[in-house]
């Protein structure tokens, strides 16, 4: 657990992830911005390439090198990192996030190349009619922040089509890091001294608290995440963030469905 005063990480990555197109398209919308316990955070380019935006296939290759390096990272990703309990218990899964990974990847494969998150939604690809959810279920965290569901497509502000983008590339980091990175909370609630960690957050807690300084929208997300986890992480205050306060009976439940960092 972090201790208070002492900052636990030396870089702070916010992203803002988009669930255009396929993994190897060129995003306008895929953002990165990094700082480190200096410095304010900065836009990330992609690596020189014929794409002039981030693809989410190069961002994950890119992830991977970064937090493989000994500087411990914290990395803010804004989409779903899981579903909630209704999804396991309709399709009778193992309340286990690295199998639901596993399962969630074979039905719905959008990392693969010249996959749409439609085309799995139409039934072009993969089998996502076995593994869908109802816009009416939302996790506890999205219940507290006032999120959309998971499963809430074709809407202004929905996280659903970047959150079944985004989950097999946390699969893949997963995979390729092991356990070098702390998925948090399912790797639990302390994120151990000097690993680089995962986590989920929602820049719209933040996002009029930053002044916008000529960022798109987002550019400003990108910004506002990796900014909170720099300032919460050096002024102390990241451990109370990391222990929300919830019922007993939550935290299990939550250790499965995923958190928002920063919801209390």
């Given at each position: 657990m972090p201790e208070r005063g002492k900052p636990s990480f030396h870089r702070y990555i916010g992203i803002d992830y988009s669930g255009a197109e396929t993994p190897d398209s060129s995003l306008k919308g895929l953002r990165v911005y990094l700082g480190d316990r200096e410095s304010l955070p900065v836009e990330i380019e992609p690596p020189p390439s014929p794409r002039k935006y981030w693809t989410r296939r190069g961002l994950a290759?890119?992830?991977?090198?970064?937090?493989?390096?000994?500087?411990p990272a914290i990395v803010g990703i804004d989409h779903g990192f899981s579903f909630p309990l209704r999804y396991f218990e309709v399709h009778w899964l193992e309340p286990s996030w690295p199998a639901f990974l596993d399962d969630f990847q074979q039905h719905w494969p959008t990392d693969k190349e010249h996959t749409y998150v439609d085309f799995v939604r139409d039934g072009l690809r993969g089998d996502g009619a076995a593994r869908s959810g109802s816009a009416r279920w939302r996790r506890i965290t999205e219940?507290?922040?006032?999120?959309?569901?998971?499963?809430?497509?074709?809407?202004?502000?929905?996280?659903?089509?970047?959150?079944?983008?985004?989950?097999?590339?946390?699969?893949?980091?997963?995979?390729?890091?092991?356990?070098?990175?702390?998925?948090?909370?399912?790797d639990g609630w302390e994120i151990p001294a000097g690993k680089s960690a995962l986590v989920e957050v929602y820049p719209s807690l933040w996002s009029k608290s930053y002044p916008r300084e000529g960022r798109t929208p987002d550019q400003h997300d990108a910004y506002v995440a990796a900014a909170w986890l720099r300032q919460v992480d050096t002024d102390g205050s990241l451990g109370k963030f990391l222990m929300p306060s919830m019922l007993p009976g939550e935290y299990p439940v939550a250790q499965v469905e995923g958190w928002i960092l920063g919801v209390m």
């Open positions: 290759e890119w992830l991977a090198v970064r937090l493989s390096e000994d500087v219940k507290r922040a006032g999120a959309k569901s998971v499963f809430h497509f074709d809407v202004p502000g929905s996280v659903a089509k970047s959150t079944h983008a985004g989950l097999p590339w946390l699969r893949y980091l997963r995979n390729r890091l092991g356990e070098r990175v702390h998925f948090w909370p399912f």
